[in-house]
């Protein structure tokens, strides 16, 4: 995927950008736990557990690159096969509850932009950090009723039709039109403030313990209990899994937008009525 694909590129030079001019079967193996190694020291008490799985993450992908590579037999060997990789971090479960969501909701109202109209709207659409931040204005309909995710900005390579809620269309209706972002950064490009930005919304709003990718469970265990079907909750996250996985997601072709824009209207009046 495009994403991938850009990430798996981005991390192996980050890491290995010493070797980059040498051919790539000069890489060994001793190299490559060095310079893992290396990743996870990098990163201290509460960033350790992160390190590790960035060490994790780089191995990978080079693993995938050098295992092409052999498939093609233009390499006789792969340094990061069989690696020793750190375990995954374990799964989050983390959801707001009501109380912190309007916490959280109140303090990004008086937070400084574009942060604090990425994270209401990370909270009204349930749509993932990066997908939020880079939002174009030629994404969104004229009457800004309709959010268009293409398909190379998505994490699973599937666009994504976001139906916006009257209170996601008032936040973005108060927005000034200066760039091609909604929200870009101080330097005309996606936001990128993200470690200085959270804690001070953590202190803000008085709520630890989270993440910004919470508010996307957060809105999904929400529409659950507003009642709103599985399926039409996993088409709103734009997931490719779960009942849209195998062969039903192959055959089956409707795309939810009736229910999608009914499920995120629900949760904005639910949202609304919270704050």
Not at 94 to 103: F, H, M, N
Not at 104 to 109: D, G, I, L, Q
């Amino acid at each position: 995927r495009p994403r991938y694909a850009t990430e798996a590129v981005r991390a192996l030079k980050y890491a290995f950008h010493r070797n980059l001019d040498r051919p790539a079967e000069s890489l060994d193996r001793a190299t490559v736990i060095k310079t893992l190694d290396a990743l996870c020291h990098r990163a201290h008490g509460r960033q350790k557990a992160k390190g590790n799985a960035i060490a994790g993450c780089t191995a990978a992908y080079g693993r995938a690159a050098y295992s092409w590579a052999l498939k093609r037999v233009t390499l006789q060997s792969n340094p990061f096969a069989d690696f020793p990789l750190n375990p995954s971090p374990s799964k989050r479960e983390r959801v707001l509850s009501d109380a912190e969501l309007v916490a959280v909701w109140n303090a990004a109202t008086e937070t400084a932009l574009p942060y604090g109209a990425i994270v209401r709207l990370l909270i009204l659409t349930g749509q993932r950090t990066g997908e939020v931040a880079g939002m174009a204005w030629a994404e969104l309909s004229e009457d800004f009723s309709v959010w268009q995710i293409p398909a190379a900005r998505t994490k699973n390579g599937t666009p994504n039709f976001v139906p916006l809620s009257e209170p996601a269309r008032e936040l973005l209706l108060g927005l000034t039109k200066t760039h091609d972002l909604v929200m870009p950064g101080a330097r005309e490009t996606p936001f990128s403030g993200w470690s200085k930005a959270k804690p001070r919304l953590d202190i803000a709003s008085g709520v630890s313990g989270w993440q910004l990718h919470d508010l996307r469970r957060t809105m999904a265990t929400g529409l659950q209990r507003l009642g709103v079907r599985l399926e039409v909750t996993e088409a709103v996250l734009n997931h490719v899994g779960g009942s849209r996985a195998g062969i039903v997601g192959i055959y089956q072709r409707h795309d939810w937008a009736q229910e999608k824009r009914e499920a995120l209207d629900a949760w904005a009046k639910h949202v609304r009525s919270l704050v």
